[in-house]
């Protein structure tokens, strides 16, 4: 049974998703401020395996919560956010969050999206090629390890299966939409900020110049494509 940490400070809703998610399957913590998340989190260590961090929080608002998540574990984090604004969006996004929810939530549909979000953060790929360099990058698909220059890049799931798309289609260009279904198992409806936003955070950890990217570059009005320099 998922374990999942809902970070909500309206009582009355996080009751109702509460008790909703649980008739659906998943097991349910309920933190009222960003300050107790991060204490439930890493303080008494309890073991969850997904949180859903509503954004505007007394106190630590979810931005920044998440950015703390974010540096000391890849969780899976969900946005809950009152309106779909590009700007808290991308924010959040940057910030490390593998997906967002516009509210009002539909039960059934945030049930869909953390299905989907564990589903990645869980698969492991299937018959592994053998280890790839690209340039200071080492690629092992069965080891599930990615270094640079021997050091290893600790990826999120959601980056990690975006990055193992990229080395699966070397030289390739993929679309938005492709690596929407492919990573995110999202349609046409799916939001192409998600992936500008990881391939950001993922070009700032494997990128020597993040800036002037020399290995996941950039395809104009299509998607990306990863190279060996």
């Not at 954004?55 to 779909?84: K, Q, S, Y």
Request: charged share 25%; aromatic share 4%.
């Amino acid at each position: 049974m998922p374990e999942l940490l809902l970070v909500e400070d309206d009582a009355v809703l996080a009751e109702v998703l509460s008790r909703a998610l649980c008739d659906l399957g998943h097991s349910v913590t309920v933190a009222g401020r960003g300050e107790q998340a991060l204490e439930s989190l890493y303080d008494r260590g309890n073991s969850v395996d997904l949180v859903l961090l509503d954004v505007m929080l007394p106190g630590i608002d979810g931005f920044e919560v998440c950015r703390r998540i974010r540096a000391r574990g890849t969780v899976p984090v969900i946005l809950l956010t009152a309106r779909g604004d590009p700007i808290d969006v991308v924010a959040g996004l940057e910030g490390g969050a593998d997906d967002y929810v516009v509210k009002p939530i539909q039960p059934r549909v945030l049930d869909a999206r953390v299905k989907t979000v564990l589903r990645r953060s869980t698969a492991t790929p299937g018959t592994s090629p053998p280890p790839l360099t690209i340039g200071d990058l080492e690629v092992d698909r069965e080891a599930w390890l990615v270094t640079n220059r021997g050091t290893e890049v600790h990826l999120t799931p959601t980056e990690r299966r975006l990055l193992f798309e990229f080395v699966d289609h070397l030289g390739q260009a993929l679309s938005r939409r492709t690596l929407l279904q492919r990573v995110w198992d999202y349609g046409y409806s799916g939001d192409a900020r998600l992936v500008d936003a990881t391939v950001a955070r993922l070009r700032a950890k494997i990128e020597p110049d993040p800036a002037n990217p020399a290995l996941l570059r950039t395809v104009r009005g299509l998607g990306y494509r990863m190279v060996k320099p």
